[in-house]
T-cell receptor, first 113, second 113 residues
Framework: GENVEQHPSTLSVQEGDSAVIKCTYSDSASNYFPWYKQELGKRPQLIIDIRSNVGEKKDQRIAVTLNKTAKHFSLHITETQPEDSAVYFCAALENTGGFKTIFGAGTRLFVKA | SQTIHQWPATLVQPVGSPLSLECTVEGTSNPNLYWYRQAAGRGLQLLFYSVGIGQISSEVPQNLSASRPQDRQFILSSKKLLLSDSGFYLC????????????FGPGTRLTVT
């Protein structure tokens, strides 16, 4: 089955700097890679996703890149703000017809004002 | 638009007691439904998923069970809770087909004492 590894587990940046979170996956058949943001005590919120037929996707200050050959994908947040502080999860959809999504362990991002 | 509900929001139960958590989705039909558990400060563990009424796939052998008695209703149950069942239980849905995005409910915070 699919396995997703996420690094780093904790990331601290200064406000205005960029933050990068990296994930690797094991199943080359996986074809959908979402990213979720979870604030303390709240539900995970889908913030951006990418499909395997695309190499990069941007949405304002957030971008995701995918390298299918290397089986890794990354989340890039530019011009970070204190409200970006949260836990971020990457995930990969197992392409088994059952829509199983496997999550990484999460990255706790701290943006210092 | 689609809405997902979970209840109760919080629950404190003694060890050995039964459990029933409910999740309902509005505004869509035949969704894929998922139960996840999140231990404190940890990632998301997929417990069960369902692609249709009466169709349940279990990911982790344990003392929990799931049922889908109606198209947009998903129930998580236990006959006897363990201390290790404490956590944040999240229900999620997706439309299925080639639409992979999963959306989470508000969650139930369960404390087993």
């Amino acid at each position: 089955g699919e396995n997703v590894e996420q690094h780093p587990s904790t990331l601290s940046v200064q406000e205005g700097d960029s933050a990068v979170i990296k994930c690797t996956y094991s199943d080359s058949a996986s074809n959908y890679f979402p990213w979720y943001k979870q604030e303390l005590g709240k539900r995970p919120q889908l913030i951006i996703d990418i499909r395997s037929n695309v190499g990069e996707k941007k949405d304002q200050r957030i971008a995701v890149t995918l390298n299918k050959t290397a089986k890794h994908f990354s989340l890039h947040i530019t011009e970070t703000q204190p409200e970006d502080s949260a836990v971020y999860f990457c995930a990969a959809l197992e392409n088994t017809g059952g829509f199983k999504t496997i999550f990484g362990a999460g990255t706790r991002l701290f943006v210092k004002a | 638009s689609q809405t997902i509900h979970q209840w109760p929001a919080t629950l404190v139960q003694p060890v050995g007691s039964p459990l029933s958590l409910e999740c309902t989705v509005e505004g869509t039909s035949n969704p894929n439904l998922y139960w996840y558990r999140q231990a404190a400060g940890r990632g998301l563990q997929l417990l069960f998923y369902s692609v249709g009424i009466g169709q349940i796939s279990s990911e982790v052998p344990q003392n929990l069970s799931a049922s889908r008695p109606q198209d947009r209703q998903f129930i998580l149950s236990s006959k006897k809770l363990l201390l290790s069942d404490s956590g944040f239980y999240l229900c999620a849905w997706s439309e299925g087909g080639q639409t992979y995005e999963q959306y989470f409910g508000p969650g139930t915070r369960l404390t087993v004492t």
